[in-house]
């Protein structure tokens, strides 16, 4: 148990539907971010927040935005889904260099 | 060239074998290296962290770093079924800040009891 949780689980969207991922991130951990995994593929980076801010972004558009709450948990938003959005959404928690996973939220885009 | 090649095999081996798992890096500034076990449909499990080049073992689980050939190694010895799972390498340039960790793409390791 790495103590970082995700919600929800599953989850099946409409294409142009808007989603929102939810994580609470380990004790004591001020650093989340997020990734994004694709079916037989390593994860890939979408931003990091650090106290609420965001502070590094991947290759991913602006439809893809984040938030990070005082209590260190953390959202990820998605509008305008695509079918390639369909993955693995994975957030990790971070003390120094060592980042800790929940168990991901799959998303299915129909 | 990605910064990050796994091979992703499938690799299958009995139990009891002795695996070795590799990643290759193009990024000399990569410093921190780790391994982690994703079992189908669940999150990645950090298994292994090293810094800078060397070795570090954990019961049956060693971890090698070769920062001269930009290669990392993770050696499972007396695998077990349960050792089933997809092995992924990751590795970033600093402790935190806003650098990102970069995976490799993952290696399927079966073993069969």
């Known amino acids: 148990e790495t103590g970082v949780t995700q919600s929800p689980t599953h989850l099946i969207k409409t294409r142009g539907q808007q989603v929102t991922l939810r994580c609470s991130s380990q004790?004591?951990?001020?650093?989340v971010s997020w990734y994004q995994q694709a079916l037989g593929q390593g994860p890939q980076f979408i931003f990091q927040?650090?106290?609420?801010?965001?502070?590094g972004r991947g290759n991913f558009p602006p439809r893809f935005s984040g938030l990070q709450f005082p209590n260190y948990s953390s959202e990820l938003n998605v509008n305008a889904l695509e079918l390639d959005d369909s993955a693995l959404y994975l957030c990790?928690?971070?003390?120094?260099?060592?980042?800790?996973f929940g168990q991901g939220t799959r998303l299915t885009v129909v | 060239q990605k910064e990050v090649e796994q091979d992703p095999g499938p690799l299958s081996v009995p139990e009891g074998a002795i695996v070795s798992l590799n990643c290759t890096y193009s990024n000399s500034a990569f410093q921190y290296f780790m391994w982690y076990r994703q079992y189908s449909r669940k999150g990645p499990e950090l298994l292994m962290y090293?810094?800078?080049?060397g070795n570090k073992e954990d019961g049956r689980f060693t971890a090698q770093v070769d920062k001269s050939s930009k290669y990392i190694s993770l050696f499972i010895r007396d695998s077990q079924p349960s050792d089933s799972a997809t092995y992924l390498c990751a590795m970033r340039p600093t402790q935190g800040g806003s650098e990102k960790l970069v995976f490799g793409k993952g290696t399927k390791l079966t073993v069969n009891p």
């Open positions: 004790s004591g951990h001020n650093t």
């Open positions: 090293t810094y800078s080049s």
């Open positions: 990790a928690s971070s003390s120094g260099a060592q980042a800790f």
């Open positions: 927040y650090y106290r609420e801010e965001e502070n």
